[in-house]
T-cell receptor
């Protein structure tokens, strides 16, 4: 089946630092999405990317849809304690929108 | 802001029992989904539902699983005879258009004992 490889698995950073995480796939996706999940909650959409090469920002978050359609990255600038959580990439190939999720990146921010 | 509502938030059931997980999608959304997340693992697709029928399902969604939209607002996932390995968080999601960015519910934690 389709697999997304997300890295790193976890990150421990100081408040104020920038963060970068990425996802790669052996197959093409037509949509890339980035979600954040807090403990006991469902994933919350951060950024959606629909075109190869697209670079999109949402506040301190920036994400790019790779030109090959097989990868995406998410950057968080000037991290703050509330950025703590698990970040998931997700890709979709079909028009009905089934999502394939990466394994997640656990982000810890030290004040 | 509109949200997807799931009930119950936590369900404990004995192995072999049937469970029904309930979801109320956002009212003007047309596509509905169930996903599963085993503790500490990634979110996995189970099934998508559109126009009152299943549009896609994963290999996890075997004959023990079924979905239904019994009325205009509810969307349910039934597990007919639960197994220990069915213990997981189950998330319902809905979207207005196929690439409109899903909205996920807060999940139902199912514990099979």
């Amino acid at each position: 089946g389709q697999q997304l490889n997300q890295s790193p698995q976890s990150m421990f950073i100081q408040e104020g630092e920038d963060v970068s995480m990425n996802c790669t796939s052996s197959s093409i996706f037509n949509t890339w999405l980035w979600y954040k999940q807090d403990p006991g909650e469902g994933p919350v959409l951060l950024i959606a990317l629909y075109k190869a090469g697209e670079l999109t920002s949402n506040g301190r978050l920036t994400a790019q849809f790779g030109i090959t359609r097989k990868d995406s990255f998410l950057n968080i600038s000037a991290s703050i304690p509330s950025d703590v959580g698990i970040y998931f990439c997700a890709g979709s190939r079909t028009s009905y929108g089934k999502l394939t999720f990466g394994q997640g990146t656990i982000l810890t921010v030290h004040p | 802001e509109p949200e997807v509502t799931q009930t119950p938030s936590h369900q404990v059931t004995q192995m072999g029992q049937e469970v029904i997980l309930r979801c109320v999608p956002i009212s003007n959304h047309l596509y509905f989904y169930w996903y599963r997340q085993i503790l500490g693992q990634k979110v996995e697709f189970l099934v998508s539902f559109y126009n009152n029928e299943i549009s896609e399902k994963s290999e996890i969604f075997d004959d023990q699983f079924s979905v239904e939209r019994p009325d205009g607002s509810n969307f349910t996932l039934k597990i007919r005879s639960t197994k220990l390995e069915d213990s997981a968080m189950y998330f319902c999601a809905s979207s207005k258009a196929s690439f409109d960015g899903y909205t996920f519910g807060s999940g139902t934690r199912l514990t099979v004992v």
